[in-house]
């Protein structure tokens, strides 16, 4: 069984620049997560999706990030324009019905 | 809001020591998990422990939840190498269904 793939694994980029990061859960995953994690520290929650629907977003920043899973399987977080405090490693989990997450191996940011 | 504290922040030990883990909720949980993220990976399920009182082992791990639902701990008996890494506990907030990462507890094994 495949697990969550994330890609890309690593972004450089300038700050004030748009990214966007991917993520396919498990098959069958209903629950999809968006965290970040700074080093050093554990994971915070920014978005979760049951299914399509966002069902909890209040740590999102809105201002400049968004998040997308249109048909309630891969998922695309956004940040746009990028700061500098916003380098950190994007983590996708998504959730078995018992509620273990399975993590993907992350999406590396580095704003300069 | 709710806050999950874990203590130590970091732990030196020598192989084959033993090593343990609190994991302190502000409130009230519904269940708890731990995880580990070994250096550049990241975190993999160890346990889900969801009753009162609970203990659970894996091998050389023990894992409990403390009566009140608000503590748990992590032990580690007789450390090897490959136990390295950081190990996270995560509280179910029965009242936003959010699993709250707790601060981590970094663990270095000294051969």
């Known amino acids: 069984e495949a697990g969550v793939v994330q890609s890309p694994r690593y972004k450089i980029i300038e700050k004030k620049q748009p990214v966007a990061f991917w993520c396919n859960p498990i098959s069958g995953h209903n629950t999809l997560y968006w965290y970040l994690q700074n080093l050093g520290q554990g994971p915070e929650l920014l978005i979760r999706?049951?299914?399509?629907?966002?069902?909890?977003d209040s740590q999102l920043p809105k201002d400049r990030f968004s998040a997308e899973r249109l048909k309630g399987v891969d998922s695309t977080l956004k940040i746009q324009p990028a700061e500098l405090g916003d380098s950190a490693v994007y983590l996708c989990a998504s959730s078995s019905p018992v509620g273990e997450l399975f993590f993907g191996e992350g999406s590396r940011l580095t704003v300069l | 809001g709710q806050q999950v504290m874990q203590i130590p922040q970091y732990q030196h030990v020598q192989e084959g020591e033993d090593f343990t883990t609190y994991c302190n909720s502000s409130t009230t949980l519904s269940n708890i998990q731990w995880y580990k993220q070994r250096p550049g990976g990241h975190p993999v399920f160890l346990i889900q422990l969801v009753k009162s009182g609970e203990v659970k082992k894996q091998k050389r791990l023990t894992f409990q939840f403390g009566e009140a639902k608000k503590n748990s701990s992590l032990h580690i008996t007789a450390t090897q190498t490959t136990d390295v890494g950081t190990y996270f506990c995560?509280?179910?907030?029965?009242?936003?269904?959010?699993?709250?990462f707790g601060t981590g507890t970094r663990l270095k094994v000294l051969a």
């Open positions: 995560a509280g179910l907030d029965s009242g936003t269904y959010k699993y709250i």
């Open positions: 999706y049951e299914n399509e629907e966002a069902v909890d």
